[in-house]
């Protein structure tokens, strides 16, 4: 594999620049102190091109062809998704340019960091990266991260530090994660997703006991002592193994958690069996209790003060798209939330019954072919508890319909368990039904990793 020299900047193109992380990783590499020359391409226009051409001076072309590959491009970066036939990336290779995957690109990168952090999990990461985001950034310690998302505290989805601390999210799709060499591992769970890659979850375990196994002897891994058998997954790891959750066997721990009103949640943070002090957390679900406490271990094994890490938590905001409060249509109370998987379906459904609103209505767009297929029984199960369930076309990301597979499957297997449940073919048809069936008092949810933010934009007005 190409190695990049990081004290002799080249010209890099990214193939597929909008993305969330590729277009992260192209600002960080663009400013001090590493100062390559980068251009890249998309397919479309979006906010994030445009940030990257106005504010960082990027070259960023639209639509993708052979052309984009400049003469003087010293290395093309590419996504998972970008398939063999793309043009940009056969003319690189026909050229003989070097070519590396985000993955390899990001892992070199944090290696130029002393203390690294890797976040992992099937659900999670980008909030708990956020909130060691927010500690980090409290603390002082001046940290450069790269979140999966829009965070309030950072301004965006990147944020350049001067300090030898780097945040990232480790993402497990296509064993990426394997890619990077964390000194501070952190793993929130392990359920079976990606059933386009992983086969079953002994496969997605065994890749979680590699990146486990890639911390130092200096560094650790901070694992959820919930998972099951975890400690296949961290035998024989050379750092130190640090558990965490909800319950008094792990080393960090949540106790006496109480819920008050608009969400809000007090908990005390514990550390074998002594109470460290009390952390406020203004946003609801006993998850992002988890997730705190996640966080905070992390940046009390980091060296921080538990009153840095207390105060972080107490104004954390969370990111985009993460149980987000989007406004008020009346008495209507509309919220979005990136939920994906079942467990993250029922987790954002529990917390909004946690609000006690007279009903819930979730509009969910379920994401690839092969997850719907895979937990459609599941999917089933989890959004069953809202009182109205909403269907819109599965949204095919990097897919095909192979699987003969639709949203009228979830509709029947939702009819089935008694929820009342429609499934529409456009936006436009949802948002009709919603402005006629919603009423005052309902907790509208939009729902799914696609792109079904568009409906509660569009009957916000936004």
């Not at 496969?203 to 650790?220: C, I, L, N, W, Y």
């Given at each position: 594999m190409y190695k990049i020299n990081f004290q002799q900047p080249i010209q890099i193109h990214f193939i597929g620049i909008g993305g969330?992380?590729?277009?992260?990783?192209?600002?960080?590499?663009?400013?001090?102190?590493?100062?390559?020359?980068?251009?890249?391409?998309?397919?479309?226009?979006?906010?994030?091109?445009?940030?990257?051409?106005?504010?960082?001076?990027?070259?960023?072309?639209?639509?993708?062809?052979?052309?984009?590959?400049?003469?003087?491009?010293?290395?093309?970066?590419?996504?998972?998704?970008?398939?063999?036939s793309n043009p940009e990336l056969r003319r690189a290779k026909e050229l003989q340019i070097p070519v590396m995957t985000r993955a390899e690109l990001l892992g070199q990168l944090m290696a130029q960091y002393k203390n690294s952090v890797g976040v992992s999990g099937t659900h999670g990461k980008t909030t708990t990266t956020s909130m060691i985001a927010q500690i980090l950034l409290d603390a002082g310690t001046d940290p450069t991260v790269s979140v999966g998302g829009m965070v309030e505290s950072i301004h965006g989805n990147i944020r350049l530090g001067a300090s030898d601390i780097f945040v990232?999210?480790?993402?497990?799709?296509?064993?990426?994660?394997?890619?990077?060499?964390?000194?501070?591992?952190?793993?929130?769970?392990?359920?079976?997703?990606?059933?386009?890659?992983f086969k079953s979850l002994e496969?997605?375990?065994?890749?979680?006991?590699?990146?486990?196994?890639?911390?130092?002897?200096?560094?650790?891994?901070?694992?959820?002592?919930?998972i099951p058998r975890y400690q296949e997954i961290t035998e024989g790891v050379s750092g130190r193994v640090i558990t965490y959750g909800l319950e008094p066997h792990n080393e960090y721990y949540a106790a006496d958690v109480q819920f008050h009103a608009q969400g809000l949640i007090n908990f005390s943070l514990m550390h074998k069996q002594q109470c460290l002090g009390t952390i406020q957390l203004p946003v609801p679900g006993m998850h992002n209790v988890s997730n705190a406490v996640a966080a905070a271990a992390l940046g009390l094994e980091?060296?921080?003060?538990?009153?840095?890490?207390?105060?972080?938590?107490?104004?954390?905001?969370?990111?985009?798209?993460?149980?987000?409060?989007?406004?008020?249509?009346?008495?209507i109370r509309i919220i979005d939330d990136y939920a994906h998987h079942p467990a993250e379906?029922?987790?954002?459904?529990?917390?909004?019954?946690?609000?006690?609103?007279?009903?819930?209505?979730?509009?969910?767009?379920?994401?690839?072919?092969?997850?719907?297929?895979?937990?459609?029984?599941?999917?089933?199960?989890?959004?069953?508890?809202?009182?109205?369930?909403?269907?819109?076309?599965?949204?095919?990301?990097?897919?095909?319909?192979?699987?003969?597979?639709?949203?009228?499957?979830l509709q029947k297997e939702l009819q089935e368990l008694g929820t009342?449940?429609?499934?529409?073919?456009?936006?436009?048809?949802?948002?009709?039904?919603?402005?006629?069936?919603?009423?005052?008092?309902?907790?509208?949810?939009?729902?799914?990793?696609?792109?079904?933010?568009?409906v509660g934009d569009f009957l916000l007005g936004q």
């Open positions: 969330i992380s590729m277009s992260g990783l192209a600002k960080v590499l663009a400013h001090e102190p590493f100062c390559f020359p980068v251009s890249g391409s998309d397919r479309t226009e979006t906010p994030l091109t445009n940030s990257l051409s106005t504010e960082d001076g990027i070259s960023v072309y639209y639509g993708q062809c052979a052309d984009n590959i400049k003469e003087g491009t010293q290395l093309v970066v590419y996504t998972a998704a970008i398939s063999d990232t999210e480790a993402c497990e799709y296509t064993d990426s994660f394997l890619c990077l060499p964390p000194r501070y591992a952190v793993i929130l769970n392990i359920e079976l997703d990606h059933t386009d890659y496969q997605m375990r065994q890749s979680f006991t590699e990146f486990a196994h890639k911390v130092p002897a200096d560094g650790a891994v901070i694992i959820n002592g919930s980091m060296g921080l003060p538990f009153s840095a890490v207390a105060n972080a938590l107490s104004g954390f905001t969370v990111p985009k798209r993460r149980f987000e409060e989007k406004g008020f249509l009346g008495g379906v029922a987790a954002a459904l529990d917390t909004a019954k946690s609000l006690n609103p007279d009903r819930i209505v979730c509009v969910f767009q379920s994401h690839t072919y092969t997850r719907t297929k895979a937990f459609l029984k599941d999917f089933a199960r989890s959004l069953s508890r809202a009182d109205l369930v909403v269907l819109a076309p599965i949204y095919a990301a990097r897919e095909t319909d192979t699987l003969g597979i639709s949203s009228l499957d009342e449940c429609y499934c529409f073919p456009s936006f436009g048809e949802i948002e009709d039904f919603l402005l006629e069936k919603c009423i005052n008092g309902d907790m509208l949810i939009t729902m799914g990793a696609g792109d079904i933010v568009k």
